[in-house]
């Protein structure tokens, strides 16, 4: 696959509480007078805005970013609110420019940044596809073509010949993003703007990417959905505090995210993020094999414990004791819940101050890929439920293919959230007794 964008040690850099009144002029001016290696002979006008006393901060929100898009590529961009992720999709998008490195695009690109990118309010919608396609490169036949599909995607039939200033956020968006998508362009790079969506529309439009996808060409998304990023990208970006902090597989990058978003995990004597009257806490978690070692890498098909070490605050018995644990896909996806109470299987009361709870998963029946794993202990006195300790997101356990099957073949995560056993036959015809009975209604 051909290469389509290069990013090299690209940053940029705000001027906080600067007011920048320069006219175009003096722009060009300035920029001439570099060329010719001269001083500038006008310097920025700068005022300090009144109440701001660190009017000449400055603030980084890209620092040494570089990374290759190649043809195809689905790359998913992630990382916390502030990040550089918007930054960074405005400079791919030509909107803004780099205060330092390069970026090098090969392609038709069509951006969708937030409501309304390049959409002129006072034009009609009809007037803002044909705007739009121009822009993109497009010839007006073209555009007519894709026409129809365009407006049936978005759904404003009725309102496609009214000026958009008069359009809902949720028409807005959908124009736009139908634009987008139905245009052809070679790099559609999209940012968290299916919010504004309703449900059935967000799922409209992940079905639009992934078809776009499997054509062929290449996409940036920016999403803080881990389930849409997981399903429709096959890379992924984690950017921190402006800086590229991970580069690699969608599923390894949304691993990086939470656990950067959870902090550490294994010691939880120092989380906040738990519940419980602290009677009882668990201060760890690890996972063991089934020769008593420590692993952070189970395999599927083997025998993995996972054990909760507690400490005791009590000072006394606690009755009907229930501990349990269950796990979710780093997109929070269900998979599996056990408990004690579940499989008959009581605890003594009577517990010591410090100990472990030992739950072993038999031939664990799980695919590869990271799975977040909480816990709740729970107690019942007089009848009632009283919750001692919980936490999601408590750890996590990355798993790998194992021999599940005995075949060597396990199912990928987008395919299959649990393995579970099953017998196949082949017959030339079900006998009669293995016909089901009509159900008949009584009179």
Not at 231 to 245: A, E
Not at 300 to 322: K, M, Q, R
Not at 413 to 438: H, K, Y
């Amino acid at each position: 696959m051909s290469l389509v964008i290069r990013v090299e040690n690209v940053s940029k850099r705000y001027r906080l509480g600067v007011i920048n009144r320069r006219m175009l002029y003096q722009d060009l001016q300035s920029r001439w007078a570099r060329w010719r290696g001269l001083e500038d002979p006008n310097a920025p006008i700068q005022e300090k805005r009144p109440g701001n006393p660190d009017s000449h901060d400055e603030f980084w929100a890209l620092r040494d970013v570089s990374f290759e898009v190649r043809e195809g590529d689905v790359v998913g961009i992630i990382g916390r609110n502030g990040s550089g992720k918007s930054t960074l999709l405005k400079i791919l998008s030509r909107i803004t420019a780099p205060t330092e490195g390069s970026v090098s695009i090969k392609g038709r690109l069509a951006c969708l940044l937030e409501v309304g990118t390049g959409f002129h309010h006072e034009l009609t919608g009809r007037e803002n596809i044909y705007l739009n396609g121009a822009i993109l490169g497009m010839t007006r036949a073209e555009i007519t073509r894709k026409f129809d599909e365009i407006v049936d995607f978005a759904g404003v039939e009725k309102f496609i010949d009214t000026p958009v200033k008069r359009y809902s956020s949720g028409m807005t968006v959908r124009l736009a993003f139908a634009v987008a998508a139905n245009l052809e362009p070679e790099i559609l790079v999209i940012d968290e703007v299916l919010a504004v969506g309703d449900a059935a529309f967000q799922k409209k439009c992940l079905a639009k990417m992934s078809a776009v996808a499997r054509e062929g060409r290449t996409i940036l998304f920016v999403s803080h959905q881990a389930a849409a990023v997981e399903n429709l990208c096959t890379r992924g970006v984690v950017l921190s505090n402006g800086r590229l902090n991970f580069d690699g597989s969608q599923t390894d990058a949304i691993s990086h995210y939470v656990n950067q978003m959870s902090g550490s995990v294994g010691c939880l004597r120092d989380r906040r993020d738990r519940t419980g009257n602290g009677l009882l806490r668990i201060v760890k978690i690890d996972f063991r094999d089934s020769q008593g070692r420590v692993t952070k890498v189970a395999r599927s098909g083997e025998d993995i414990d996972v054990c909760l070490h507690f400490e005791n605050h009590a000072g006394g018995p606690l009755s009907g004791l229930i501990v349990g644990v269950y796990a979710k896909t780093l997109s929070d996806v269900p998979v599996f819940i056990h408990d004690n109470n579940i499989c008959g299987q009581p605890f003594d009361p009577v517990l010591p101050e410090k100990g472990v709870f030992r739950c072993r998963l038999q031939r664990l029946p799980l695919p590869s890929s990271p799975f977040k794993i909480s816990y709740y202990v729970t107690s019942f006195h007089a009848g009632a439920a009283v919750s001692l300790d919980a936490m999601q997101g408590a750890a996590e356990l990355h798993v790998e293919g194992g021999d599940f099957y005995g075949t060597g073949r396990v199912p990928k995560i987008a395919d299959a959230t649990c393995l579970v056993n099953a017998q196949w036959s082949q017959q030339d015809a079900l006998g009669t007794e293995d016909r089901e009975e009509p159900h008949v209604l009584p009179t």
